[in-house]
């Protein structure tokens, strides 16, 4: 196990650039099991989730190649449909597995998928689109077992807009027989790169960037080159560090169109940013105004955002509301900002009440998901004193070299070993 230490208050200031998109390139590696050949993908972000998923892939057959954000997998020896049980448990995107090894083989056994604690996370709405399609669907305790001798297009509404349903069902829809329409889907920047990675190998979907997904199903998909875009919860993340960090920040790789809300909670608090071509800089001259912020589907605030942009809270001058629609369980990290000398009330577990300014000081605090994680690294860059941070590793899941980037504009951060 491993914990961050950093030392703070520091000044965060210069360039820092988002990587690619995690969220894009999981689906996307998944997806290259639709075709039989060489995928050639740029810009991944070397990350744990990352190197976790290519683990998975080449057990099932498929060789891979990753060096300098650029990765080959070349699917042309996969032969399993049966995940290894133990690395499926380690990562929840490996439900995206469940779609493309069952639109290549008919079949697929697969156990429930893992991922970080932030509530209950059912897969019911993935499940009844594979049975829309024609999938047979049988659980043993944690173990699904999903065939299906045909697949057909059908119409088919999501009980839930979800990313990783959508993404799913997509991979089954663009290789059945016929049409499908598909209702309620989510439209967040990567399902779209998702979407045009399909297009790219041959899938016919229409609608992409709304709701309503027509696709015609075709025989066979091949094997193409994609660039993955920005990640939009990195930039995110980075672009709040600049707004609570006293610097001159500039976040490069920030695509404004991907966040119409962050900047409009921006300017509402009185966040000082200038927008540039792909990068946004922040440099904070003023008080902060309170304010409500409520997390939605994309093109609304991303729940992924939900917590590092409760930093900028604590230093309102007031108080502001949280209101998390997305997931229960996501606002347990305020017990650990608490720690650190926030006044934050969880009014239920969905919404969440704080009260600023707060000086923060540093102390020892557990990372708990991935996104609570980065926001504790922030909270601790801006706090005074020392702070260490528990499970290093979760927040490894999905920020590359998080040390090194954070580093580099100025923070006192590095890793240790935890002692038991
Ligand atoms: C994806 C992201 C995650 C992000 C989330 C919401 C990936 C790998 N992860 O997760 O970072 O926080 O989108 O933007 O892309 N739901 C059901 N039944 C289902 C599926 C979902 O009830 O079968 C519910 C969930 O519990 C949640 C909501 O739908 O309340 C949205 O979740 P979903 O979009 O599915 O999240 P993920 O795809 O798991």
């Given at each position: 196990m491993q914990s961050f230490i950093i030392k703070g208050p520091t000044k965060l200031e210069g360039e820092i650039s988002a990587s690619g998109s995690k969220n894009a390139a999981l689906p996307i590696i998944a997806a290259s099991i639709l075709a039989s050949g060489i995928t050639t993908l740029k810009n991944i972000p070397d990350i744990v989730d990352i190197q976790n998923l290519l683990k998975i892939l080449e057990g099932l057959g498929a060789k891979t190649n990753f060096e300098n954000n650029v990765l080959t997998i070349d699917t042309k020896d996969i032969k399993s449909y049966i995940p290894d049980k133990k690395l499926v448990k380690n990562l929840r995107a490996s439900v995206l597995l469940m779609g493309s090894i069952?639109?290549?083989?008919?079949?697929?056994?697969?156990?429930?998928?893992?991922?970080?604690?932030?509530?209950?996370?059912?897969?019911?709405?993935?499940?009844?689109?594979?049975?829309?399609?024609?999938?047979?669907?049988?659980q043993e305790k944690d173990m699904y077992f999903l065939e299906a001798s045909k697949l057909t297009g059908n119409k088919f509404t999501f009980g839930k807009i979800s990313v990783t349903a959508?993404?799913?069902?997509?991979?089954t829809a663009v290789l059945s027989e016929g049409e499908s329409e598909l209702r309620l889907t989510a439209i967040e920047p990567h399902v779209t790169d998702f979407c045009n990675f399909l297009v790219k190998m041959g899938a016919k979907i229409d609608g992409i960037g709304t709701h309503f997904l027509k696709v015609k199903g075709v025989k066979e998909l091949h094997s193409v080159e994609h660039e993955i875009i920005p990640d939009q919860i990195e930039a995110g993340t980075f672009a709040i560090a600049g707004a609570v960090g006293k610097g001159e920040l500039i976040v490069n790789n920030f695509i404004a169109e991907h966040h119409d809300m962050l900047l409009n909670k921006f300017s509402e608090m009185g966040v000082n940013f200038t927008l540039g071509k792909n990068?946004?800089?922040?440099?904070?001259?003023?008080?902060?105004?309170?304010?409500?912020?409520?997390?939605?589907?994309?093109?609304?605030?991303?729940?992924?955002l939900q917590a590092p942009f409760s930093i900028l809270l604590t230093q309102a001058e007031g108080t502001s509301n949280i209101f998390e629609t997305i997931f229960e369980g996501r606002l347990n990290?305020?017990?650990?900002?608490?720690?650190?000398?926030?006044?934050?009330?969880?009014?239920?577990?969905?919404?969440?009440?704080?009260?600023?300014?707060?000086?923060?000081?540093?102390?020892?605090?557990?990372?708990?998901?991935?996104?609570?994680?980065?926001?504790?690294?922030i909270a601790s860059i801006i706090a005074e004193g020392t702070?260490?941070?528990n499970g290093a590793e979760v927040?490894?899941?999905?920020?590359?070299?998080?040390?090194?980037?954070?580093?580099?504009?100025?923070?006192?951060?590095?890793?240790?070993e935890e002692e038991y």
């Open positions: 069952l639109a290549r083989f008919g079949k697929v056994e697969i156990p429930t998928p893992g991922g970080c604690f932030i509530g209950p996370r059912p897969i019911d709405v993935h499940l009844a689109g594979f049975e829309a399609l024609g999938a047979t669907i049988t959508t993404e799913n069902i997509l991979q990068n946004i800089t922040l440099k904070q001259n003023r008080a902060l105004k309170p304010i409500n912020i409520q997390t939605e589907v994309y093109p609304g605030l991303p729940t992924d990290y305020l017990h650990e900002l608490n720690k650190m000398g926030a006044s934050a009330i969880v009014s239920n577990p969905h919404q969440a009440r704080i009260i600023g300014p707060t000086p923060l000081h540093g102390t020892h605090i557990s990372g708990l998901d991935l996104r609570a994680g980065a926001t504790l690294i702070s260490e941070i927040i490894d899941r999905g920020y590359e070299d998080i040390v090194g980037k954070l580093t580099n504009i100025g923070a006192n951060i590095e890793r240790k």
